[in-house]
């Protein structure tokens, strides 16, 4: 009854979409927008939903011209605002419309499962990538320890080998202080010379005085009185 009203002042004029065949108003004169506040708030809030649509329609028309070829499809801002003003539904979409919408939406999710994938087989790699360095680190680990325990092994025995070569000699020196004096006093001062020990100055006191008198002061720890040198003979 308003549109027939308005129809009669020839404010507006009725014709059919273009495309869709759907019944449109045409505003015939401005006065209908200085006049009428609300009529020109509603233009304007449709005013975004006009350009989106027009816009929506060129590329569509480009796109079903190229034989809907990928590289026509929506992205970024321009399908978000296709989405946007579908989902509204003020303005009916054709069938070619609609249809790229649709098709740059399955592209757009078809990409973003694409690159979910991608950083997903990123995400694993880089856990293979961890785990391995994180496996070399502690074979390392392992291997150093082993190293040093071995070396620690091979320095004990060493220390016990040449212990147990110092209380030969110092045993021989002993062994040989009455038979041979000359050959004792140099067997002891060998052994002291490796290592100034207990048993070797045990020794070299017992063969210089010939008695194990003096011997026997370092083992109540009462006299700890440095022998004298003796240089080896050779």
Do not use: K
Request: net charge neutral; aromatic share 2%.
């Amino acid at each position: 009854e308003l549109l027939a009203l308005l129809d009669e002042a020839r404010l507006v004029t009725f014709d059919r979409d273009r495309v869709t065949r759907e019944p449109t108003v045409t505003i015939a004169h401005d006065a209908l927008l200085t006049r009428w506040p609300r009529l020109h708030r509603w233009i304007g809030e449709a005013a975004d939903d006009l350009v989106a649509r027009d816009r929506l329609s060129t590329a569509a028309t480009a796109w079903d011209a190229d034989g809907r070829d990928p590289g026509g499809l929506l992205r970024g801002v321009r399908l978000d605002a296709a989405a946007q003003l579908r989902d509204r539904g003020t303005l009916a979409l054709d069938d070619r419309e609609q249809a790229l919408v649709d098709a740059s939406l399955d592209a757009a999710e078809a990409e973003r499962a694409r690159i979910v994938q991608h950083l997903d087989r990123e995400r694993r790699g880089n856990r293979r990538l961890r785990l391995a360095i994180l496996t070399t680190i502690a074979l390392l680990a392992v291997a150093v320890t082993a190293g040093v325990l071995a070396a620690r092994q091979r320095t004990n025995a060493e220390r016990a080998a040449d212990a147990a070569t110092v209380a030969a000699i110092a045993n021989r020196a002993l062994v040989e202080r009455n038979e041979q004096p000359e050959l004792a006093r140099l067997l002891a001062a060998e052994a002291y010379r490796r290592d100034p020990g207990l048993p070797s100055q045990r020794a070299m006191l017992t063969v210089l005085a010939g008695t194990p008198l003096l011997a026997s002061a370092f083992d109540d720890g009462v006299h700890r009185l440095p022998p004298p040198t003796f240089c080896s003979a050779t």
